[in-house]
């Protein structure tokens, strides 16, 4: 049983009317003697489990020693009294919550984390304040950053795992983990970002069809019903709310993430899971930078049979229109014919080195753009030997050069990539100077080619047989002409 729901020995609620107002008058002029006279009510009133008792005497001595200006008395008490034999635990709570209210009245940063050191001493180990806890180690990971120090930033807020508080909502505890990985990318600790960011569950982020008017009045009833018999000590009922800004943060962060290790397949997915949202859809210029990024990284990212899907499925969403010149670059990876980089670069070189995500000219300031547009030009160059290899069994060495506007270096390595990927089948004869590309078969693979052809042929012969049959049957029941 939780402790709001135990029975005091005995209230002392009404000694607390007479004596907490009397205390608060001494205050003025001896503060210890006050805190001296409050301390044999909070005796008192904790042997009995007096909660709301205890909770009022704690929460009126640390505020006296905050309105005495006496700092370091409060650290001083907010430790004694939080080491009290069977102090009550939400009493505790209480007086952690109160004085972590007091922290934006510090008179300078040295005491601000003075308190703040007391608040992470007494509440270490507890349970019962892990989330005071957090959002203390929080305030002085911020204080960190703003003084310039990102590395003890990110090591102080890292070190809590707050996916395994019971007591802090969900919405909460993902706002810290975004925090956690937005400080670990901001010192270039992508390994640590990427493990921190699985512990975010992506469907939370899904995208909830909307609620009928009658749907949202039942759930607020059931809210308030649960609301009426959750304990003191429970977390309240999670709400259905937007979650639309840690939607955002989070794929904006995995997106960084997967451009630093230049997967750009993955780049392009959490663009789409970003396109999935009602702010972005309602925004023109956001859904145009989104569409564009989209096909880009699509584009970008080395060809497979998912990079293939996508390709296609992305090429059928009609809000292309709203980018015409990347709609355009994008159906020319979608036709089987031969690409000239020269006239890319004429086309859509202007419009592609306009935006943050290429770049033609080596920019110390920007290395990943350029190597962008290089691995652009590669993709085309792929795209050129796989539409060749579509269309030749055999080709000339000299000739292939001439189709792919490569010297024979840069086409051998090409052809050889796509062969070790596994993309395309193909030998070169170099004494010959001929590319091969038709896959040799043996006699069980030209036996079941043999096969399938009788067996697809036969199926055509059957069915023609019954639509013969068919026409003859009808032939011979409809009434002959002249005849009544």
Excluded at 30 to 39: E, G, P, S
Excluded at 268 to 278: I, N, S
Aim: net charge negative; charged share 35%; with cysteine.
């Amino acid at each position: 049983m939780s402790e709001a729901h135990l029975k005091p020995e005995k209230d002392y609620s009404k000694d607390a009317d007479k004596i907490i107002p009397e205390a608060q008058e001494l205050a003025k002029t001896n503060v210890q003697a006050a805190i001296d006279k409050l301390a044999v009510l909070e005796k008192q009133a904790r042997q009995a489990s007096d909660l709301a008792t205890t909770s009022r005497v704690l929460v009126t001595i640390v505020t006296i020693c905050k309105e005495a200006g006496d700092w370091s008395l409060l650290n001083d008490q907010v430790q004694v009294l939080s080491k009290k034999h069977a102090q009550l635990k939400q009493a505790t709570t209480k007086m952690v919550q109160t004085v972590m209210g007091f922290l934006d009245e510090t008179p300078n940063l040295e005491t601000k984390l003075s308190v703040i050191d007391t608040l992470r001493t007494v509440t270490e180990g507890k349970i019962f304040v892990e989330v005071e806890r957090a959002r203390v180690t929080r305030i002085l990971s911020d204080i960190k950053k703003s003084q310039g120090d990102l590395n003890a930033a990110a090591d102080i807020l890292c070190e809590l795992q707050v996916e395994t508080f019971g007591s802090m909502t969900r919405r909460e505890k993902t706002d810290f983990i975004l925090e956690q990985v937005g400080l670990c990318l901001e010192r270039g600790d992508y390994t640590q970002a990427a493990i921190l960011s699985r512990k975010i569950n992506k469907r939370y982020f899904a995208r909830k069809p909307k609620k009928t008017p009658e749907q949202l009045e039942k759930e607020r009833k059931e809210l308030e019903e649960r609301e009426k018999t959750r304990a003191a000590d429970e977390p309240p009922p999670e709400k259905d709310e937007d979650v639309t800004d840690l939607k955002l943060r989070y794929y904006y962060q995995q997106i960084q993430l997967a451009n630093h290790d230049h997967n750009y397949l993955e780049v392009c997915k959490h663009y789409r899971d970003v396109l999935d949202t009602e702010s972005i859809e309602q925004d023109p210029e956001k859904l145009r930078a989104v569409l564009a990024r989209i096909v880009y990284y699509v584009v970008l990212a080395p060809y497979d049979n998912e990079q293939h899907d996508l390709l296609h499925r992305i090429q059928q969403d009609k809000r292309l229109s709203l980018v015409p010149v990347e709609a355009r670059l994008l159906k020319l990876f979608t036709v089987h014919e031969l690409m000239r980089w020269h006239e890319i670069v004429e086309n859509f070189g202007p419009q592609l080195c306009s935006t943050d995500i290429f770049d033609a000219e080596l920019d110390p300031a920007n290395p990943d753009a350029f190597q962008r547009w290089q691995d652009l030009r590669k993709r085309v160059i792929e795209h050129n030997v796989r539409v060749v290899a579509k269309y030749y069994t055999r080709i000339e060495f000299g000739r292939l050069t001439q189709l792919l506007d490569l010297d024979e270096d840069e086409t051998e390595r090409y052809v050889s990539d796509l062969v070790t990927s596994k993309t395309i089948y193909a030998k070169i004869d170099r004494p010959a100077r001929i590319v091969n590309f038709s896959k040799p078969r043996d006699a069980d693979d030209v036996l079941n080619e043999w096969s399938s052809n009788m067996r697809s042929l036969l199926n055509l012969l059957e069915r023609i047989d019954h639509l013969i049959t068919k026409e003859e049957m009808m032939a011979r029941i409809m009434p002959k002409k002249g005849k009544a």
